[in-house]
């Protein structure tokens, strides 16, 4: 990996990605604050989608944004006033969130990557490790997605965690 600079995949379903692409914001785990600790400024974070909604059986596969942690701040959002298209969750909905700085992207399928990347090469079960909501990666495999995605991350645009320009 590039000095401290780390990289992540953050698993939720595609209307979330989607959402938090809008909002410039990083959520997992169903809004916990702990997963949200360990990346840092500065590091790459990727979106996957295992379906389309939340509680949806249609499924995606597909890589839907990327982008870097734009700095160590995490706080909590109060749904019922900061994003009313998540009402359904009813009032009072107050999960933690860290800002990031997307890319453009286009989505892009797991499905043909599944052998290129070392996350998921030669393992039957390759979603497995998923379902912790937040996985480190490799930089390799942070490198390979955005190209399938067609991005250009600026990692560079953000200070590190260490408080030093790149």
């Known amino acids: 990996m590039s000095g ?23 959520q997992v785990c169903h809004g916990k604050g702990g997963p949200l600790k360990r990346p840092r400024a500065g590091d790459g974070v990727v979106y996957y989608s295992p379906t389309v909604a939340v509680g949806g059986k249609e499924r995606l596969q597909a890589f839907t944004s990327i982008g870097v942690v734009a700095d160590e701040r995490i706080y909590q959002a109060d749904i019922s006033q ?24 286009n989505e892009a399928s797991i499905l043909p990557l ?30 390979a997605i955005s190209a399938a995605m067609g991005a250009r991350v600026m990692l560079d645009s953000v200070a590190r965690h260490s408080g030093a320009p790149l």
Request: hydrophobic share 40%; aromatic share 12%; charged share 30%.
């Open 82 to 105: 900061a994003d009313i298209s998540q009402a359904d969750l009813g009032g009072g909905f107050r999960p933690f969130r860290r800002d990031v700085t997307f890319a453009a992207a």
């Open 4 to 26: 401290d600079r780390r990289y992540w995949l953050a698993v939720v379903s595609a209307d979330h990605a989607r959402r938090g692409r809008e909002l410039g914001i990083l």
């Open 114 to 143: 599944l052998d290129e990347l070392e996350l998921t090469r030669g393992k039957r079960n390759w979603g497995y490790p998923f379902r912790f909501g937040l996985l480190e990666i490799t930089q390799r495999d942070f490198d």
